[in-house]
Nanobody, 116 residues
Framework: QVQLVESGGGLVQAGGSLRLSCAAS????????MGWYRQAPGKEREFVGG??RNADSVKGRFTISRDNAKNTVYLQMNSLKPEDTAIYYCNARYRIPGTNNYYEYWGQGTQVTVSS
């Protein structure tokens, strides 16, 4: 079982920056494929970024990094826009050895609000 705890959300003005953190425990961190998703009010949860790519809506503004020594993945968000307002969720996938199947885990989410 993997536990994910996000932090770093808050209220920021348009054009500002925030950095979200997600601390993982329960499995060897380097074995986890980490990513970020978000869900705005009235909308479905959407992919933000992962190990190989980011969503088009955040390209050039958001950067994902990880520190394996700290078991933590980060989402650096720059040039924030009101439409980035959402609950941001950390996601971890663990590939079952010898298969193409995964276990998937979610954090509890952290609110990001961007004011205009």
């Amino acid at each position: 079982q993997v536990q994910l705890v996000e932090s770093g959300g808050g209220l920021v003005q348009a054009g500002g920056s925030l950095r979200l953190s997600c601390a993982a425990s329960g499995r060897t961190f380097s074995s986890l494929d980490m990513g970020w998703y978000r869900q705005a009010p009235g909308k479905e949860r959407e992919f933000v970024g992962g190990s190989t790519r980011n969503a088009d809506s955040v390209k050039g503004r958001f950067t994902i990094s990880r520190d394996n020594a700290k078991n933590t993945v980060y989402l650096q968000m720059n040039s924030l826009k009101p439409e980035d307002t959402a609950i941001y969720y950390c996601n971890a996938r663990y590939r079952i050895p010898g298969t193409n199947n995964y276990y998937e885990y979610w954090g509890q989410g952290t609110q990001v609000t961007v004011s205009s």
